[in-house]
């Protein structure tokens, strides 16, 4: 009999565990630069489609590359909160530079070839030392076509990007494939509608060409790396539904689709 109870109580306490351990919530975090970044890129866009929002924490900052978002202690943030991870089933730290680490930017472009592959492997690495699970992502796409055909100058990046996932065992999200490919399928005018402000009316049109800035134009906040909301909306769809592919079990995380 008091095998029995011994027995009865253990399971009880298994299932107990056990159930407790379903309560706890899937956590993001988000590393990258002002295309992921709050006003200017899709990150917040993205954690608002997270059931909880307070378990999708974007630390993303503009201007930053994976060489100088170390640099400057911005990952030593990343690495507290999870140590400090106990209160989830399991924290993802989806991680995307490229934009600030191409060359002619002082204090933050690093080498493609020597630099950048160890950067992001680093980070990789030090997520899953610390127990959570690194969600590498190439880089989105600017938006500027030139005759007919958009430009991708971070394709090289990206690849670095793709190559060191598949050493890893990391997943992947193709975010500048996806994305180039949208882009590319919408045209000069639909996709300058995802900026953040209105292209000026002083943006010329040359026949079967992308738009150029006239010279002596008044200078505005228009570009085609950034997006505002509708930008965000779209391509934090995109991201979404890039990491339910690539993990299925993330799939339950995200709001209904009428309540995004």
Same mark, same amino acid.
């Given at each position: 009999?008091?095998?029995?109870?011994?027995?009865?109580?253990?399971?009880?306490?298994?299932?107990?565990?056990?159930?407790?351990?379903?309560?706890?919530?899937?956590?993001?975090?988000?590393?990258?630069?002002?295309?992921?970044?709050?006003?200017?890129?899709?990150?917040?866009?993205?954690?608002?489609?997270?059931?909880?929002?307070?378990?999708?924490?974007?630390?993303?900052?503009?201007?930053?590359?994976?060489?100088?978002?170390?640099?400057?202690?911005?990952?030593?943030?990343?690495?507290?909160?999870?140590?400090?991870?106990?209160?989830?089933?399991?924290?993802?730290?989806?991680?995307?530079?490229?934009?600030?680490?191409?060359?002619?930017?002082?204090?933050?472009?690093?080498?493609?070839?020597?630099?950048?592959?160890?950067?992001?492997?680093?980070?990789?690495?030090?997520?899953?030392?610390?127990?959570?699970?690194?969600?590498?992502?190439?880089?989105?796409?600017?938006?500027?076509?030139?005759?007919?055909?958009?430009?991708?100058?971070? %394709?090289?990046?990206?690849?670095?990007?793709?190559?060191?996932?598949?050493?890893?065992?990391?997943?992947?999200?193709?975010?500048?494939?996806?994305?180039?490919?949208?882009?590319?399928?919408?045209?000069?005018?639909?996709?300058?509608?995802?900026?953040?402000?209105?292209?000026?009316?002083?943006?010329?049109? %040359?026949?079967?060409?992308?738009?150029?800035?006239? %010279?002596?134009?008044?200078?505005?906040?228009?570009?085609?790396?950034?997006?505002?909301?509708?930008? %965000?909306?779209?391509?934090?769809?995109?991201?979404?539904?890039?990491?339910?592919?690539?993990?299925?079990?993330?799939?339950?995380?995200?709001?209904?689709?009428?309540?995004?």
């Amino acid at each position: 009999m008091k095998i029995l109870i011994t027995c009865l109580a253990t399971a009880t306490t298994l299932l107990a565990s056990g159930a407790h351990a379903a309560d706890k919530p899937i956590r993001f975090i988000l590393v990258g630069d002002s295309t992921m970044a709050n006003t200017s890129g899709y990150g917040d866009a993205f954690c608002a489609r997270v059931n909880r929002a307070n378990t999708c924490i974007n630390l993303a900052k503009g201007g930053r590359s994976s060489g100088s978002f170390r640099a400057e202690g911005r990952w030593d943030e990343v690495e507290g909160l999870l140590r400090g991870s106990a209160a989830y089933s399991a924290t993802y730290v989806l991680i995307q530079f490229g934009h600030n680490d191409q060359p002619g930017k002082p204090g933050r472009s690093t080498d493609l070839k020597t630099e950048f592959p160890v950067n992001m492997a680093r980070y990789a690495q030090e997520v899953k030392t610390l127990g959570g699970v690194p969600v590498l992502v190439t880089p989105l796409t600017r938006r500027t076509f030139k005759d007919g055909v958009l430009e991708n100058n971070l %394709a090289p990046w990206a690849d670095v990007i793709r190559a060191t996932a598949a050493a890893q065992k990391t997943p992947l999200l193709d975010l500048n494939a996806e994305s180039y490919a949208a882009v590319q399928a919408m045209g000069q005018d639909e996709a300058d509608t995802l900026a953040m402000v209105p292209r000026p009316a002083d943006y010329g049109v %040359a026949p079967a060409a992308g738009k150029v800035e006239v %010279a002596g134009a008044a200078k505005s906040a228009f570009d085609r790396t950034h997006v505002g909301a509708k930008g %965000a909306a779209y391509f934090s769809r995109m991201v979404m539904d890039e990491i339910k592919r690539s993990i299925p079990g993330v799939a339950g995380q995200f709001k209904p689709e009428s309540e995004q």
